[in-house]
């Protein structure tokens, strides 16, 4: 059982930056699949960008790519989600996920985060204002 938690949300100006950080309570091995998803009241969640453990693979939404960058951190057991030029419509609950590497290879092929990771953390709101 992974369980995930997330930090660093805030409240940020237009064109502002923010880290989030998920720390995860088991050891994320090299096959696994890390995610960060984001959700408005109301919609479902977006996937905004994940990761695959084992190699440089990785998955961005067109609305984020070119501002957030994802990494982690093996030897500290980390996820980060590093967000910079922040606009209003980021405004959302962002949550740290984790699946099976496979995940990754899902992902590229549909060009999608499919839904059912079996791990989430609690969230944590980013609020950017204009």
């Known amino acids: 059982q992974v369980q995930l938690v997330e930090s660093g949300g805030g409240s940020v100006q237009a064109g502002g930056s923010l880290r989030l950080s998920c720390a995860a309570s088991?050891?994320?091995?090299?096959?696994?699949?890390m995610g960060w998803f984001r959700q408005v009241p109301g919609k479902a969640h977006e996937g905004v960008a994940a990761?695959?453990?084992?190699?440089?693979?990785?998955y961005y939404a067109d609305s984020v790519k070119g501002r957030f960058t994802i990494s982690r951190d093996m030897a500290k057991n980390t996820l980060y989600l590093q967000m910079n030029n922040l606009k209003p419509e980021d405004t959302a609950m962002y949550y740290c996920?984790?699946?099976?590497?496979?995940?990754?290879?899902?992902?590229?092929?549909?060009?999608?985060?499919?839904?059912?990771?079996?791990?989430w953390g609690q969230g944590t709101q980013v609020t950017v204002s204009s």
């Open positions: 996920a984790a699946d099976i590497g496979q995940r990754m290879t899902a992902i590229q092929r549909l060009g999608v985060m499919t839904p059912g990771w079996p791990y």
């Open positions: 088991a050891y994320i091995d090299s096959n696994y699949c």
């Open positions: 990761i695959y453990t084992g190699g440089s693979s990785t």
